[in-house]
C-alpha cells in the first residue's frame, strides 16, 4: 500500500521507516534519497528511531543499510538494541546491514595543514557498495566536532558528505544533539540537512517521563504537526498519532456475560458486547476490582484467556481478596488463562504502561482485558494527554476483539461533582458504563449499581442493590416504596415489616374462616338438633294417632261381636261408621 | 610519484625500522603528493636509516580505512613506536609534524 503510494506521487517519494505511528503522521515515511535530520537531547531516543529505520528497511522493505556511528562502537550497539529484538549479527551476516564505527580520539590526532574528510568519504562508500545499501545512519555526526579541530573545514565536509548522499539516492538519518535555547541542535546541522528535520524530546512532569516526537519540517508535503507521544518497548520505537486514527473496526454482534446474571439481564439479558469497553466506575469501595474480577473469571470459565492490569494491588493480594467474593482466580492463573500483571502507576509514564499494555496483550492474546482501575494510571496526566492515550489503548482492543473493563474511581462523589460528570473525560470512549454507588441511610452504607449507559442494546433504567457477600457477587431488587429506595438494612427490616404485616393478615383471615367455620358447624348442630325434635314429634303425633285408631277399631270390634252375640246381623264394615 | 602508485614499502634500513609510519592518502592528489614529498623530507631530515613508510591509497583498498580509523586524508600513522600516534593533513607544518612524531628537532 505504502509502494503504491510513492509510485502515484513520483516526486514525493517516502522511504517507509516501519516505525509504527511515525509512517502515518509522515504520510508514508521519509523523503526518499535524501538526509532527515533527527536531533533531541541525550537519551531520548535517537539512536533507537535511527536504527529501527535501518532494521526494518532491511527486513521488510528490502533496503540494506549502512550505520555509521561515532559514540558507541558495533558491539555496544549491538548490545543495546537486542532489547527491541533487533538481531544486528544476524543481519550483518546476512550483509543486510554494515555497523561501521568510527572513532576519533582527539589526543591522538596532530593537525598539520590542509586536509579533507575523503576517508571518512571512502569508508561510507565502501560499507554502501560493499552491499548494496539504500539507507544510511550517520550517529551522531556532531561527534566529528569534538574530536576535529579544523570546523571550518569539517563544515565544507559536512556540506559536500549530504550532497554525496542525496547524489547517490540514499535515505539517510543523520542524528544530532539538541542545541541551547532556540537552537534545533548544537553545531547547526539543520542548515545542511533541510528536507525533513525530526524533533524527540524527553520530558518530566510530576517525576514521570514522557517522551514527545514532532516533524518540525517536512520539505515539500503536508505532515503532522502535532506533537507526538511515542514510546520505545520490546517490539521497538511507536508513536501514538492519534489524529491519523481511523474509526473502522469491525464489531462483533456477539454477546459476552458478564458472570453475573442479573447485571446481564440489566444489559438486554445478554451482557456485554464482544470487543465492547466496559467503564466501572464509582467512589472507594464500591465494588469496581470485584466486577472487574468477575468478568475475567467468568472469561476463563468459558476457557478463554484473560488479561488482568491492577495498579493498585499485587497479585497475591488480589487473589486473596477477591476469595472472600467467592472469585477463585487462582486455578485459572495455575491453568495460564489468566495473566495478572500489577504494577505502580508512578513507575512509568502513561505512554510506557501503554506499550506494556500492547506487548502483553499482543504476545497473550486475551479475550477480556481488565484495567483496575485507569484513575490511577491517568493521576499523574494532563486531562488532555490521557484521553488521547485512552483512545489509542481502547481502539487498540477493540481492533483485536478484546473484551475490555475498565474500572474509574470516583473522586469526591460530593456535592459539586456528580459521578456522572467525574467521568466525562474518557466515557465518552466507552460502549458500557456501570455506576456503582454507595448509599448512606440510617447510619450503614450500601451499595448500588445501574447501568449509566449501554450502547447497543435495550438496558435496565433500574438502580439495583449490589450485594457482595462470601457467596458471590448477587444484584438485589432494592426497595421501592413510597418516595423511597431502600438498601441493606433498611431493605430487609422493610421487608420484615411488610412480611410481618401480611403475615398478622393471614393469620386475622384464618381467624376469621375457622370462626365461621365453628359457627356452621354450630348452625348445623342445631338444625340437626331442630330436625331430630320435629322427627320426634312426628313420631309421637303418628304414634297417637295410631293409639286413637287402635282404639276406635277396638270398640267397633267389641260392638260387633257384642251383636254377634246378641243375634243380630254383622254390620258391613264401615257401617258402624254411619251409625256413629 | 613512482612509491605513490602503489602501497610498496619504501624501506630505508635492512633492520626493523625504529619509526614504523603509513601514510593514507586518497587518490594521486596534489595534497597527496604534498605530503608524501613533506614526510619524506621530514623523515630523511630527522630519521635517516630508521624508518619505514607504506603509502596506502584508499581509492584503491577503501576497507582499509576502517582500520586504522581513518577519516581525514592524508592521514600520517605511527604505527611504531607506541603509541600510536596519528596526524592529519599534508605535513607542511613542519613543527607540528614532529610534535606527532614526538621527535624533537634538536634530536635531529
Not at chain 1, 128 to 155: M, T
Amino acid at each position: 500500500m505504502r509502494k503504491k503510494q510513492s509510485e502515484s506521487l513520483p516526486t514525493l517519494s517516502r522511504a517507509p521507516t516501519g516505525i509504527d505511528g511515525l509512517d502515518e503522521i509522515t504520510g508514508g515515511g521519509l523523503p526518499a534519497g535524501r538526509p532527515t535530520l533527527v536531533c533531541g537531547s541525550a537519551g531520548c531516543g535517537k539512536t533507537m528511531l535511527a536504527m529501527e529505520f535501518l532494521v526494518r528497511g532491511a527486513t521488510r522493505y528490502g533496503e540494506p543499510g549502512v550505520f555509521m556511528m561515532f559514540e558507541e562502537n558495533a558491539a555496544e550497539l549491538t548490545a543495546n538494541v537486542r532489547s527491541l529484538g533487533f538481531d544486528l549479527d544476524t543481519l550483518a551476516g546476512e550483509n543486510q546491514i554494515v555497523l561501521d564505527y568510527v572513532h576519533i580520539d582527539r589526543s591522538e590526532i596532530e593537525e598539520t595543514g590542509d586536509y579533507d574528510l575523503e576517508g571518512l568519504f571512502i569508508r561510507l562508500g565502501h560499507a554502501v557498495d560493499a552491499i548494496g545499501a539504500k539507507r544510511v545512519v550517520l550517529d551522531s555526526v556532531e561527534a566529528l566536532f569534538a574530536g576535529i579541530q579544523n570546523h571550518a573545514v569539517l563544515r565544507a565536509e559536512l556540506r559536500r558528505l549530504f550532497r554525496w548522499l542525496k547524489a547517490r539516492g540514499l535515505t539517510a538519518i543523520i542524528t544530532g544533539e539538541k542545541g541551547e535555547g532556540a537552537a534545533i541542535t548544537r553545531y547547526g546541522l539543520e542548515e545542511y540537512v533541510a528536507d525533513c528535520v525530526i524533533i524527540l524530546d524527553q520530558r518530566i512532569r510530576d517525576q514521570i517521563c514522557t517522551r514527545r516526537l514532532r516533524v518540525l519540517k517536512y520539505r515539500g508535503t503536508a505532515h503532522g504537526m502535532n506533537e507526538y507521544p511515542f514510546l520505545i518497548g520490546a517490539h521497538g520505537f511507536s508513536v501514538l498519532p492519534i489524529t491519523s486514527l481511523q474509526l473502522d473496526h469491525e464489531v462483533s454482534s456477539q454477546r459476552v456475560a458478564t458472570g453475573i446474571p442479573r447485571l446481564d439481564t440489566m444489559l438486554g439479558g445478554q451482557g456485554v458486547f464482544r470487543g465492547s469497553s466496559v467503564l466501572v466506575s464509582g467512589s472507594a469501595g464500591t465494588g469496581k476490582s470485584s466486577i472487574a474480577a468477575k468478568m475475567v473469571e467468568t472469561a476463563c470459565r468459558r476457557g478463554e484467556r484473560a488479561l488482568y492490569f491492577a495498579y493498585e494491588e499485587s497479585t497475591a493480594q488480589i487473589v486473596r481478596n477477591m476469595r472472600s467474593v467467592d472469585i477463585d482466580l487462582d486455578p485459572w492463573v495455575k491453568k495460564g488463562l489468566l495473566q495478572i500483571h500489577s504494577s505502580r502507576p508512578t513507575l512509568q509514564g502513561l505512554e510506557q504502561h501503554l506499550v506494556v499494555m500492547h506487548d502483553l496483550v499482543r504476545a497473550f492474546r486475551p479475550a477480556v482485558v481488565a484495567v483496575d482501575p485507569i484513575s490511577n494510571l491517568t493521576m499523574a496526566q494532563d486531562d488532555a494527554q490521557v484521553k488521547p492515550t485512552l483512545m489509542r489503548l481502547i481502539d487498540f482492543l477493540k481492533k483485536e476483539q478484546i473484551t475490555a473493563v475498565f474500572t474509574s474511581l470516583t473522586e469526591g462523589g460530593d456535592a459539586t461533582t456528580t459521578p456522572e460528570e467525574s467521568q466525562v473525560g474518557v466515557s465518552s470512549l466507552m460502549d458500557t458504563w456501570l455506576l456503582l454507588r454507595n448509599v448512606e441511610f440510617t447510619g450503614e452504607r450500601n451499595r448500588t449499581i445501574y447501568v449509566l449507559k449501554s450502547r447497543g442494546m435495550a438496558h435496565s433504567n433500574q438502580v439495583r442493590e449490589f450485594v457482595l457477600s462470601d457467596k458471590g457477587i448477587d444484584l438485589v431488587d432494592v426497595y421501592l416504596g413510597g418516595d423511597r429506595v431502600l438498601t441493606g438494612s433498611a431493605r430487609v427490616s422493610q421487608e420484615m415489616q411488610e412480611l410481618a404485616t401480611a403475615t398478622l393478615r393471614g393469620q386475622d383471615h384464618d381467624r376469621k374462616l375457622r370462626h365461621l367455620a365453628s359457627r356452621r358447624r354450630a348452625i348445623e348442630a342445631q338444625i340437626a338438633a331442630l330436625q331430630a325434635e320435629v322427627e320426634a314429634e312426628t313420631e309421637e303425633v303418628h304414634f297417637v294417632i295410631a293409639q286413637e285408631t287402635l282404639q276406635v277399631n277396638t270398640t267397633h270390634q267389641n260392638t260387633d261381636a257384642m251383636a254377634q252375640k246378641r243375634g243380630g246381623a254383622v254390620r258391613p264394615p264401615g257401617g258402624s261408621k254411619a251409625k256413629r | 610519484m613512482n612509491a605513490l602508485a602503489s602501497p610498496t614499502p619504501l624501506r630505508q634500513a635492512d633492520a626493523t625500522p625504529a619509526f614504523e609510519l603509513r601514510l593514507y592518502v586518497a587518490g594521486q592528489t596534489a595534497r597527496s603528493l604534498a605530503a608524501f614529498a613533506n614526510l619524506h623530507r621530514i623523515c630523511e631530515t630527522y630519521l635517516a636509516g630508521q624508518y619505514s613508510i607504506e603509502v596506502i591509497d584508499l581509492t584503491k583498498t577503501p576497507q582499509l580505512a576502517a582500520g586504522d580509523q581513518i577519516l581525514a586524508v592524508p592521514t600520517l600513522v605511527r604505527r611504531l613506536p607506541e603509541p600510536i600516534r596519528k596526524i592529519i593533513a599534508d605535513l607542511s607544518n613542519e613543527a607540528r609534524v614532529l610534535v606527532g612524531l614526538d621527535l624533537q628537532p634538536a634530536r635531529g
